[in-house]
């Protein structure tokens, strides 16, 4: 937590409050806040800077907030479609692609999507905004990303991705595609990536005849989170 | 398991046989194999290549090796010097980077790692092997990375790290260093990678003293898993 990530409703004019267990936990255990303390904070959506610590109990915590007036560090340019991962891998993707600043995130069934991780509680909209929230606190940023899911390729394919490719470049992220995934990118981009083995080859055909470029990582198979990592890194 | 990775010790001529748990399940459960399957494998440190089921039972699986032919895919041109990480961040940044081609690993103290960690099991050689083979499974790669343990700082500073300098371009990783992270290098490089919090200013001094070059990832603070991973794959 090296933000304390508030919510607009925890805070009035010059002051911020906050009771549930997971902060004040982190305040008590980690951070081993102390009456005066200035710390790192931010309102969801808005501005960062420091408060003060006035009180802590082990039912809330009580800050002065000094003038809020740091903005939230860049976004990166880019809407990832991501092939829904395993629950566990989708906690942790949704994590460190939210520490990495990416606002716009699609998750999307395809052919090797196993049909019950759409099933899984991982996909409640309360814990995708638990992930994103700490990821957030991670990165010291306050602007949450937009989640979507799209349980159809087909509707995702005719829907909306003639829509999304017309404001940004289309990129496949696919073992075997003859270019390498490009550097230093600055213009708005779509960045596709499959599930635990790949998409099939009739999806990646559909996706370049909308109008995507295929591009590879190189020879190794990566894990989704480590992949797609190193695409929003390489990428940007 | 992308790659069934053999010990030298399980394979004679052209025959390989496995017994242990962990694989059999996985050939049993993931990969539902079936007598006649052909089957990604590779030799620890050797080729590469297919290999067909001849027999697989709850206690051992039998395969019949073909011409392995394939090498390796190529190693990253780095030595990671990390600033050892709590016990579940070490196992799976361990694996990250083995999946990402690292193939020489120092584990440093530093003065803000918690000295707790250097006592965890997960830094018994059998644990470390393990992460290891994962991250080669994953990968599909043979060679196994080398990990050294250094546990004093300055031992590093005046033992090892003019030797590591005199073959390789060190570079360390820190937030509010003047340069950005370079991209797309070919030339040997050490990387080293502070701790959560950070190497103390310092640590840093010292290491810029010494030879190394500072520069930073960006504004955003990263968990040490998604950093390694971000500056490995816009490094190289």
């Known amino acids: 937590m090296n933000l304390i990530l508030l919510d607009p409703s925890e805070v009035d004019a010059h002051h911020a409050r906050i009771t549930d267990a997971r902060r004040l936990t982190h305040l008590h255990d980690v951070h081993r ?3 005066g303390d200035r710390l790192t904070v931010g309102i969801q959506g808005g501005a960062m800077g420091k408060a003060s610590l ?3 109990s082990q039912h809330e915590a009580l800050f002065a907030l000094e003038d809020l007036c740091e903005s939230a560090p860049p976004a990166l340019p880019v809407h990832l479609v991501l092939a829904l991962p395993r629950p566990r891998m989708l906690a942790r993707t949704l994590e ?7 606002k716009e995130i699609t998750l999307l069934h395809t052919k090797r999507v ?8 991982e996909l409640r909209a309360d814990k995708i905004h638990q992930h994103l929230v700490l990821g957030l606190e991670q990165a010291r940023d306050t602007l ?12 995702f394919l005719e829907g909306q991705l003639p829509q999304l490719l017309s404001e940004r470049r289309g990129l ?3 073992p075997g595609m003859e270019n390498a995934c490009p550097r230093d990118v600055d213009e708005p981009t779509l960045l596709l990536v499959g599930p635990e083995g790949g998409f099939i080859p009739w999806e990646v055909e559909q996706l370049i005849q909308a109008g995507c470029d ?3 990582l190189g020879p190794r198979i990566l894990r989704v989170e480590t992949a797609v990592t190193a695409l929003l890194s390489r990428l940007f």
């Open 114 to 121: 196993e049909k019950s991780y759409w099933q899984s509680p």
């Open 214 to 216: 295929g591009m590879h």
């Open 172 to 174: 496949v992220a696919h």
């Open 33 to 35: 806040a102390q009456q």
């Open 144 to 155: 949450l990303p937009n989640v979507t899911l799209c349980k159809g390729f087909k509707a």
């Open 96 to 102: 460190h692609v939210t520490a990495l600043g990416v």
């Open 54 to 56: 006035i009180t802590l």
